[in-house]
């Protein structure tokens, strides 16, 4: 670039382009969307970019718009090409007004790629999303350290297959990658790879290592950046020996809450004797 910190402000964010990375600002308003808003900001290392493109958009905009090497971002891994146009954070729609300025960023962008070069990224080279990270999807709560995924099954939606099995804690080292079918879409869903398990259930509402998503549950804003934390997390650790995580005690007030709803349900009918009382006996022990 010919400047250190020339900044190209559009519609939703702003870029800043230095000498090795474009700095991406996203907006925080009303109309700017929910993942844009979840990103913040993010720098993007220029050999981790393909090619650029400047197009004419909807409604007097042009589009700039800069192509990731594939497994450069661990966002867009995990998206896996599901993102709608409106929600890629490679995007940058401009006023029709800027398109001169537009290009001249663009061809500055190009004659920088040519050095680089486009070959697949042999590593992530875009920093993942900063854990901790949680969301609620339909059937439980998804939570990440940083080490170890957890799933907290709700009583109201899991499967008896999922309570049954209890509450699930993964560690990295126990994982080979991630499943991520956006919750716009039908069975959406985020399902955990192991290492040297066998093939998991058809149905994601069976699977221990899976969360389900819903009308108003693991929206993208929250639950791809979880994703994409995870799949850094895994790649970065690579094939080691697994490493038997200790359980963190539970908060006794949550523990009665669960016991609570576990007694409403046998109540009901729709727990055993026998599956109440093995049930309760577990939650006791997390004491």
């Not at 920088?112 to 609620?136: D, I, M, N």
């Not at 949550?254 to 046998?266: K, M, P, S, V």
Request: hydrophobic share 40%; aromatic share 8%.
């Amino acid at each position: 670039m010919s400047r250190m910190g020339d900044v190209l402000a559009g519609f939703h964010a702003a870029w800043e382009f230095e000498s090795d990375s474009v700095l991406i600002r996203y907006e925080r308003g009303i109309r700017t969307p929910k993942l844009f808003q979840a990103l913040g900001e993010r720098r993007i290392p220029l050999d981790a970019l393909a090619g650029v493109t400047l197009t004419p958009g909807r409604r007097g905009t042009v589009v700039l718009h800069v192509e990731p090497r594939p497994g450069a971002d661990p966002l867009m891994e995990a998206a896996a090409g599901q993102l709608k146009d409106g929600c890629d954070p490679y995007r940058l729609v401009l006023p029709a007004d800027k398109e001169t300025l537009a290009e001249y960023y663009a061809d500055e962008l190009r004659a920088r790629l040519t050095e680089a070069g486009s070959p697949p990224a042999e590593r992530f080279l875009v920093p993942a999303p900063e854990v901790p990270l949680q969301f609620k999807a339909y059937d439980g709560k998804a939570s990440f350290d940083g080490r170890t995924v957890h799933f907290r099954w709700f009583w109201t939606g899991a499967s008896s297959a999922k309570w049954k099995a209890g509450d699930q804690s993964f560690p990295v080292s126990e994982l080979s990658g991630v499943e991520w079918r956006s919750p716009e879409v039908f069975e959406g869903h985020l399902r955990l790879e192991r290492r040297d398990a066998g093939a998991p259930p058809a149905q994601a509402d069976q699977d221990p290592a899976a969360v389900v998503f819903g009308l108003g549950y693991g929206p993208v804003h929250e639950s791809l950046p979880f994703a994409a934390a995870v799949l850094a997390a895994v790649r970065e650790r690579g094939p080691v020996a697994a490493v038997t995580a200790t359980a963190p005690r539970r908060d006794p007030a949550d523990i009665a809450e669960r016991i609570r709803h576990l007694g409403e349900l046998h109540q009901a009918g729709l727990v055993t004797d026998e599956e109440f009382s093995v049930k309760k006996a577990e939650l006791l022990a997390e004491l």
